[in-house]
């Protein structure tokens, strides 16, 4: 069983910058994809970046690409979503999921494992 936790949301201005962390616990972290999304109220949860476990590909949504930066440390155990640039449109509650895997997983379903969630709240 691996569990999940979130940190790092925050309330930022249009233009801001944060940086989320998910720390990892019960499994082989470097043998895990490890993914972003985020839900916006009333809206469906999206694909927001992923990193694959022992290589390291990298894949993000259009909407974040150049902007977000997806980054794991597998001696910490923990993987980063580091977000420049940041508009209200961002906001929403990000998530963070694992799968043991190598490959970019950008769907939801494909991963049995989550967190709880942070909150990110990006003001204009």
């Known amino acids: 069983q691996v569990q999940l936790v979130e940190s790092g949301g925050g309330l930022v201005q249009a233009g801001g910058s944060l940086k989320l962390s998910c720390a990892a616990s019960?499994?082989?972290?470097?043998?895990?994809?490890m993914g972003w999304f985020r839900q916006a109220p009333g809206k469906e949860r999206e694909f927001v970046a992923a990193i694959g476990g022992r290589f390291g590909r990298t894949g993000y949504a259009d909407s974040v690409k150049g902007r977000f930066t997806i980054s794991r440390d597998n001696v910490k155990n923990t993987v980063y979503l580091q977000m420049n640039s940041l508009k209200p449109e961002d906001t929403a509650v990000y998530y963070c999921?694992?799968?043991?895997?190598?490959?970019?997983?950008?769907?939801?379903?494909?991963?049995?494992?989550w967190g709880q969630g942070t909150q990110v709240t990006v003001s204009s």
């Open positions: 999921a694992a799968r043991n895997s190598i490959l970019v997983l950008t769907t939801g379903n494909e991963y049995p494992y």
């Open positions: 019960g499994g082989t972290f470097s043998s895990y994809t």
